[in-house]
Structures are given as structure tokens and as C-alpha cells.
């Protein structure tokens, strides 16, 4: 862990010299479009089930909206015209390199959720709770076509919670267990890759997890993956509309 933490704040502190004026032309950018801070806070849960402030370039215009929406699709009429192109390149995420510096995140780890997803886990998808959270992982590479899979969806986040959130709980969970300096230094360079050719680094994990667990990711990585609605580990019950709700408007 002490390994890590020094990898996270020397390659943190590299990054941000080297991006940093891109960045403020970006922030510039993004600004310009409507006049609004570019810079997006949202709340989430990390490590300990502490809330913090993960910071990200803003790709979506600022509305007044009555309902949540936490899941975007790829067609979301709320992205705007530069965020479309930010989301696609990961751009939106070199805020985070602020959330490591300040210890609250990791290059690698389980993604950071909302406090109202946290709030559906079951016992055993708090496992991911144990770790500190990250920019990358192997289900973050996996589902990077997240919001291409809910792009027609009339409900995204249902659609979310039925079928992407139990896959990359359960991948989370195999990285919260099995975790290593050397699996870390892999994943950033599998996530430099996929940028390139998701298709090939996919397999090469695929091929990961199957060793690990066939019976399991065999239906994730069959050759049409064509998804369908699951209850996340540990229950035997999918998430439904009232699930969500609970949570939402509480």
C-alpha cells in the first residue's frame, strides 16, 4: 500500500506539470460555451463509505432538472457540443488527478459511485468499499462502452442497475480481493491501450477472468455479450423501479 500511495502522488504530480496548460485551454474552452464553471463537483462515496468531491471537467449543460439522472447515455441531449468529444477521450477525468494528491482517490481502484447507488449495495458489493477508489480498472476498460449499451434507454438508470452495475461490481470485487502494485501497473497501461484498441485489450482481460472464473464471465464475454438484466452479487433479486425510487426521493 505504501508502494502505492508514492506511485499515485509522483505520477500524480507529473501529470499535472505536464497537462497543465491543455488543461486550462480546455477548462477555457468549455467555459466559453455557456459561461458556466467548468469544473463539476459530485458527490461520491469512497473508501470507508466517507463522502467526497470528485472533481471533473464538465461535459453536460447545467439544467434545472426535477428527476436524477446518474446514468448518461451516449445520446444524452444534456452532453454539450465539447463534452461529447472530453467523455469520448477520458479528458473530463484529469480533474482526479487533484482527488489523488489529496488522498481521496487512487490511479486504480473501484470506481467511486454516487451516495445513492452506494445506498443499493448489498453486503456483499461493500466489499468495493474496502479499497480506495480509482480513475481506471479492469471494469472501467470492460464498460467503457457504457453509455453507447444505454443510449436508447427510456430509464438509464434502471438500465444501469440491471445491466452494467452487477458485472462491474462483481469485476470490482475480483480487484478488491486480488489486487497487487503489478496488477495496477497493468491495468494503467491496458487503460492507455484501450484508448487505441479496446477490443484487443477486452480480450486479453477476458481471457484474465475467464481463468479466474468461467462459469461466471462466460456470459459476459460470449461473442455477442448481449446483456441481460441481473441481480448485483450477493442477491438473488433484481433491482427494480421502487429500489431506485427509495433511494432518489428520500
Given at each position: 500500500?505504501?508502494?502505492?500511495?508514492?506511485?499515485?502522488?509522483?505520477?500524480?504530480?507529473?501529470?499535472?506539470?505536464?497537462?497543465?496548460?491543455?488543461?486550462?485551454?480546455?477548462?477555457?474552452?468549455?467555459?466559453?460555451?455557456?459561461?458556466?464553471?467548468?469544473?463539476?463537483?459530485?458527490?461520491?462515496?469512497?473508501?470507508?463509505?466517507?463522502?467526497?468531491?470528485?472533481?471533473?471537467?464538465?461535459?453536460?449543460?447545467i439544467l434545472n432538472q426535477k428527476n436524477?439522472?446518474?446514468?448518461?447515455?451516449?445520446?444524452?441531449?444534456?452532453?454539450?457540443?465539447?463534452?461529447?468529444?472530453?467523455?469520448?477521450?477520458?479528458?473530463?477525468?484529469?480533474?482526479?488527478?487533484?482527488?489523488?494528491?489529496?488522498?481521496?482517490?487512487?490511479?486504480?481502484?473501484?470506481?467511486?459511485?454516487?451516495?445513492?447507488?452506494?445506498?443499493?449495495?448489498?453486503?456483499?458489493?461493500?466489499?468495493?468499499?474496502?479499497?480506495?477508489?480509482?480513475?481506471?480498472?479492469?471494469?472501467?476498460?470492460?464498460?467503457?462502452?457504457?453509455?453507447?449499451?444505454?443510449?436508447?434507454?427510456?430509464?438509464?438508470?434502471?438500465?444501469?442497475?440491471?445491466?452494467?452495475?452487477?458485472?462491474?461490481?462483481?469485476?470490482?470485487?475480483?480487484?478488491?480481493?486480488?489486487?497487487?502494485?503489478?496488477?495496477?501497473?497493468?491495468?494503467?497501461?491496458?487503460?492507455?491501450?484501450?484508448?487505441?484498441?479496446?477490443?484487443?485489450?477486452?480480450?486479453?482481460?477476458?481471457?484474465?477472468?475467464?481463468?479466474?472464473?468461467?462459469?461466471?464471465?462466460?456470459?459476459?464475454?460470449?461473442?455477442?455479450?448481449?446483456?441481460?438484466?441481473?441481480?448485483?452479487?450477493?442477491?438473488?433479486?433484481?433491482?427494480?423501479?421502487?429500489?431506485?425510487?427509495?433511494?432518489?426521493?428520500?
Open positions: 500500500m505504501i508502494l502505492k500511495n508514492i506511485f499515485d502522488y509522483l505520477l500524480a504530480f507529473l501529470l499535472i506539470v505536464i497537462l497543465f496548460i491543455p488543461t486550462i485551454i480546455i477548462l477555457i474552452i468549455v467555459y466559453k460555451e455557456d459561461f458556466k464553471n467548468p469544473i463539476y463537483f459530485s458527490k461520491r462515496v469512497k473508501k470507508n463509505n466517507k463522502i467526497f468531491s470528485l472533481l471533473k471537467i464538465r461535459s453536460m449543460k436524477v439522472v446518474t446514468s448518461t447515455s451516449y445520446n444524452d441531449p444534456r452532453i454539450s457540443k465539447i463534452g461529447s468529444i472530453i467523455r469520448r477521450y477520458k479528458i473530463d477525468e484529469i480533474p482526479q488527478l487533484i482527488n489523488i494528491i489529496n488522498n481521496e482517490m487512487s490511479f486504480v481502484g473501484p470506481r467511486p459511485n454516487v451516495v445513492e447507488e452506494v445506498k443499493l449495495y448489498t453486503n456483499h458489493e461493500k466489499i468495493l468499499l474496502n479499497d480506495k477508489t480509482g480513475i481506471t480498472d479492469y471494469a472501467s476498460i470492460i464498460f467503457r462502452d457504457e453509455s453507447e449499451i444505454i443510449k436508447n434507454s427510456s430509464n438509464p438508470n434502471l438500465d444501469y442497475n440491471l445491466l452494467i452495475r452487477p458485472w462491474k461490481s462483481l469485476i470490482g470485487i475480483y480487484y478488491v480481493e486480488n489486487r497487487s502494485f503489478f496488477m495496477d501497473i497493468e491495468i494503467l497501461f491496458l487503460t492507455l491501450f484501450s484508448l487505441f484498441d479496446r477490443v484487443l485489450v477486452t480480450r486479453y482481460i477476458s481471457k484474465k477472468l475467464l481463468k479466474y472464473d468461467f462459469e461466471t464471465y462466460s456470459k459476459l464475454f460470449a461473442p455477442t455479450r448481449e446483456l441481460k438484466p441481473l441481480p448485483p452479487p450477493g442477491s438473488n433479486k433484481l433491482v427494480s423501479q421502487s429500489d431506485l425510487d427509495s433511494v432518489y426521493n428520500n
